[in-house]
């Protein structure tokens, strides 16, 4: 029988959908039920398992998943032992303490004597022997941040990503202890087998997620614009420039990155380019 690779995914939460996303963008095609545990796909030797985001490290390091995606902070503060292969760029936040608005905080020795409450007692507590601070680590579940409001520390450690849950709790971010995104982790010692199923499945991966940092774009220009244009489309390799039938302009087909792009737009116009087109890209491979 030939060998099948076990991709463990959070169930259902924040990372679920961009993970499933990812994995369909690059060609691979399964049904997932909301009843079912496990899924395999149609068209590619893997299978799911479909799991809390908590029991992802573990199940990897034992080998009963082959390889799972993840948060960091997730990862991290399990300590299991698996090989992050790769950061996917998608649920992007930090990791950061937080104290009461009105806590007069300077420096992160001012966390001395304080009770911290935090479902992170691994990664903060590695935080403050580092940093030689003396405090004390109370592990909840959740619903961390009103825990100074009910009196059950001074401070908390807890996700944050646009910072509101924290402000309408009345509290301040102070110290950013880890920045956090998904990745994907492999078990240490994959077959030979299955270390090629995941290079195909990683070379895809990264076909999709170059693509969707870049854009198509096309443009006209007058022949005395070019130099300077196509210094400001760099290109896969270089951009294509075709004659326009009227005479003295070009067409000028190149791909430029998202988050340069409304910059590069500008300069493209102030240099001459009209009736410029852009276009989402699907796939990049190099
Ligand atoms: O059920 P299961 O155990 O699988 O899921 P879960 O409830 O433990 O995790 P889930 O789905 O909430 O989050 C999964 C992962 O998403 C986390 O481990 C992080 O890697 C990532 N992520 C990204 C976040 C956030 N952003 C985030 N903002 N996880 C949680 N939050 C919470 C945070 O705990 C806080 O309560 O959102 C609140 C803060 O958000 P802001 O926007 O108000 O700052
Ligand atoms: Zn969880």
Redesign the pocket.
């Known amino acids: 029988m030939s060998a099948i690779l076990k991709i463990a995914i ?7 959908e961009d993970s499933l996303n990812l994995i369909r963008e690059s060609g691979v095609d399964f049904n997932k039920s909301d009843n079912k545990l496990t899924a395999r796909a149609f068209n590619f030797p893997v299978e799911f398992l479909f ?4 029991d992802i490290p573990g199940y990897v390091f034992d080998g009963v998943a082959d390889i799972g995606i ?5 990862f991290l503060e399990k300590g299991k032992i698996a090989r992050v292969v790769e950061q996917l760029g998608f ?3 930090r990791l950061s303490i937080a104290v009461p608005k009105s806590f007069n905080y300077t420096h992160c020795q001012d966390l001395n004597g304080l009770n911290i409450a935090t479902s992170y007692p691994k990664i903060l507590g590695d935080f403050l022997a580092k940093e030689n601070i003396s405090a004390t680590i109370h592990e909840i579940s959740g619903s ?2 009103i825990a100074p409001n009910i009196g059950l520390a001074e401070a908390i450690c ?9 402000i309408s709790n009345g509290l301040k971010e102070v110290e950013i202890i880890l920045q ?3 990745v994907l982790i492999a078990h240490q010692g994959l077959s030979s087998e299955k270390s090629l199923i995941l290079e195909e499945l990683l070379f895809r991966m990264s076909a999709v997620r170059r693509a969707k940092n870049t854009k198509y774009i096309m443009l006209n220009a007058p022949n005395k614009s070019l130099d300077e244009i196509v210094k400001l489309l760099p290109g896969v390799k270089s951009p294509t420039i075709t004659p326009l039938a009227e005479t003295g302009w070009s067409s000028i087909q190149s791909v430029v990155k998202e988050n340069e792009f409304w910059d590069v737009i500008g300069k493209l116009k102030t240099a001459g380019a009209e009736g410029i087109i852009v276009i989402p890209i699907e796939k990049i491979i190099q």
Not at 51 to 54: F, M, P, S, V, Y
Not at 70 to 74: A, D, M, S
Not at 158 to 166: A, E
Request: charged content about 25%.
């Open positions: 959070q169930k259902s939460g924040r990372l679920s799991l809390r985001d908590d993840v948060g960091e902070n997730v649920s992007k936040c961390v941040e807890d996700l944050v990503s646009s910072g509101s849950t924290l956090s995104q998904a």
